[in-house]
């Protein structure tokens, strides 16, 4: 078990997990992965438990900050020493994503401050997205040559419209009201209610999932929390969405500079700081992932995300991965400046994004296979 989470099961049969590494915004690690995973397997098989929830602690205190996502650094340390927990941590963070996906009791994510990457993959899949005011969403992993995992393929191109392919290419950080309007989250709570709200997750009476769900929805109507956006509230512009319908990144980049107003041009300021190659491979996967189950995107990620860390199909050693160099600028050396290779939208080809979808393994061999 990991001493970054914590556990606790309330007399009333409420698992409660408190995600404890605040000076790494609760990061997560394989240690973390796996003492998750312990949790709501057990859990779920224990009659007496009706309902799981979880939180983060920031530096103030409980609450404040959710999760911002995978280990980076880990990540860019493993790819360089040839660590083979790197791959285990793929495989076992995915086939969490999907147990907390197909979770048969209430599941309830407070995602108050940062929900990045991992930190949407622990939360997405629950029956009860709580976001706040402080709330800061984001797929951002273009930004660190990556492409949104942990079943974003899935969740993002369940959003309204192309908003999925919005925040999948330029990594665009959202809040409580886009979360609430794009489908992203269930509740919208002021922060400052968290603590009594955690509380009363103790105090419920229920003898079943189905009658804590009941409760548990009840007491949030009680409380007030909304369900939908605040009136008036226009998270995206429309030029800007419809830009994302083209049919591929260049489309999308002249839809931008034909509309010309300041929130295309901006959006087309951001994209061009995303990795090109990766762009690219995220519209595909986009595209492709609305048409799948929630198993078979996952699989196709874990083909990506294996591609990424070794991109032997580029002529390219782990080291000299986009995801490494990507990670490097933000986290390591944190210059703010990638190297990206290509550099530019325009110099990605086909038969450099083509590859990423084709997968290193047969079917019966495959990491996630079992998966259902
Ligand atoms: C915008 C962020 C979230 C916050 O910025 P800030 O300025 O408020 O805070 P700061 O960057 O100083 O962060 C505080 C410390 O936390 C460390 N940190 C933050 N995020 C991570 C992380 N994901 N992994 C490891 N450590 C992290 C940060 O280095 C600071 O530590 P020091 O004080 O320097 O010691 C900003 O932090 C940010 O952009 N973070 C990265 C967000 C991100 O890219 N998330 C997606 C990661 S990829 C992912 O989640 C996929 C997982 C699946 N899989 C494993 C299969 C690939």
């Not at 959710?66 to 790197?86: E, N, P």
């Not at 990206?340 to 296979?369: G, Q």
């Amino acid at each position: 078990m990991s001493e970054l989470v914590h556990l606790e099961r309330t007399p009333n049969g409420v698992g409660r997990i408190t995600l404890a590494r605040p000076k790494a915004l609760n990061a997560l690690d394989l240690g973390m992965v796996r003492a998750l995973t312990q949790a709501l397997l057990a859990w779920r098989d224990d009659p007496s438990v009706v309902a799981v929830a979880i939180r983060g602690t920031s530096k103030e205190g409980p609450f404040g900050a959710f999760c911002a996502g995978g280990d980076i650094r880990f990540f860019h340390q493993a790819a360089l020493a040839g660590d083979a927990r790197l791959e285990d941590f793929f495989t076992e963070e995915y086939a969490l994503n999907h147990l907390i996906h197909t979770y048969p009791k209430p599941y309830i994510a407070f995602m108050d401050g940062v929900v990045m990457g991992g930190g949407m993959g622990i939360s997405q899949g629950g029956r009860w997205r709580i976001v706040t005011e402080r709330t800061k969403m984001a797929m951002p992993e273009t930004n660190i040559g990556l492409f949104p995992d942990v079943a974003g393929g899935y969740f993002l191109s369940r959003c309204p419209g192309h908003v999925g392919e919005y925040l999948g290419l330029t990594g665009a950080v959202i809040g409580a009201d886009a979360a609430l309007a794009w489908g992203l989250a269930d509740r919208a709570a002021p922060a400052a209610d968290l603590p009594r709200a955690w509380d009363a997750l103790a105090q419920l009476d229920a003898d079943s999932p189905a009658a804590f769900d009941a409760a548990w929805a009840a007491w949030m109507d009680a409380a007030g929390w909304r369900s939908a956006p605040a009136a008036g509230a226009a998270p995206l512009a429309p030029e800007v969405q419809a830009a994302f319908a083209a049919p591929d990144v260049a489309g999308i980049v002249a839809a931008l500079e034909a509309a010309g107003t300041d929130a295309a041009r901006h959006t087309l300021t951001v994209l061009r700081q995303r990795c090109p190659l990766m762009v690219h491979v995220v519209l595909q996967q986009i595209r492709r992932a609305r048409g799948m189950a929630l198993a078979d995107e996952l699989r196709m990620e874990r083909d990506l995300v294996r591609h990424c860390f070794h991109p032997h199909h580029l002529g390219r050693s782990p080291a000299q991965s986009e995801t490494v160099e990507g990670i490097r600028a933000l986290a390591v050396d944190k210059d703010h400046q990638p190297r990206w290779n290509p550099a530019r939208l325009e110099d990605v080809t086909p038969a450099m994004v083509e590859p990423f979808f084709v997968s290193p393994w047969p079917a019966h061999a495959h990491p996630l296979r079992d998966l259902a």
